[in-house]
């Protein structure tokens, strides 16, 4: 079990987290979470699986200040909303995931928000500042803009390439972090 007051248990359930996972100190992760291998939880980020569950998959890397949380279930919401992302995502600086569904190879732009119940296909770029608003669907493709966030264009062949690229990038930038003495 990991023992560290910044991943914690909530309610008896603690997050796991999959081999050479790195998570900065001042990240949080709480609750019903896991995530697959070679992940980066980057300074300040908040990953809160407190009532309802999270699944991250590999290599996806949580950049500094982002928020991931869920939606509980409720009269308003019945069932809720879990979060889950899918591998090879790249979530920017201050992004907001609540209760939505992110597929494979994403590029999350820095300050943009995805709400509750969307739904966001695989290789999909959403640009920095972009609100995708509640039970949208974003098609695979494409590239998102605008609050709220509109189709903009399809998605170039280097921008394919761009995923995996900056999904790789990011698991050799926390082999270094890990390098120098952490140990998540």
Not at 16 to 42: N, P
Not at 134 to 144: A, I, M, N
Request: glycine fraction near 10%.
């Amino acid at each position: 079990m990991i023992r560290r007051p910044n991943i914690r248990a909530f309610q008896k359930t603690a997050p796991k987290l999959g081999e050479f996972v790195f998570v900065d100190r001042t990240a949080v992760i709480i609750g019903d979470v896991r995530m697959g291998e070679d992940c980066s939880v980057w300074p300040f980020a908040v990953i809160r699986g407190d009532m309802h569950h999270i699944r991250i998959g590999s290599r996806v890397s949580v950049q500094d200040g982002a928020v991931l949380h869920i939606t509980h279930s409720s009269d308003f919401n019945p069932g809720g909303f879990p979060l889950i992302i899918g591998d090879d995502v790249t979530i920017g600086h201050q992004a907001m995931l609540h209760g939505c569904t992110i597929g494979d190879r994403v590029l999350v732009g820095m300050k943009s928000m995805i709400m509750d119940g969307a739904v966001v296909e695989n290789e999909v770029i959403i640009g920095a500042g972009a609100m995708v608003p509640p039970g949208k669907k974003l098609e695979s493709g494409f590239v998102y803009m605008g609050s709220p966030a509109k189709k903009a264009r399809p998605i170039t062949e280097k921008e394919r390439k761009y995923f995996t690229y900056t999904a790789e990038n990011y698991v050799k930038l926390k082999d270094k972090h890990m390098a120098e003495g952490f140990d998540y």
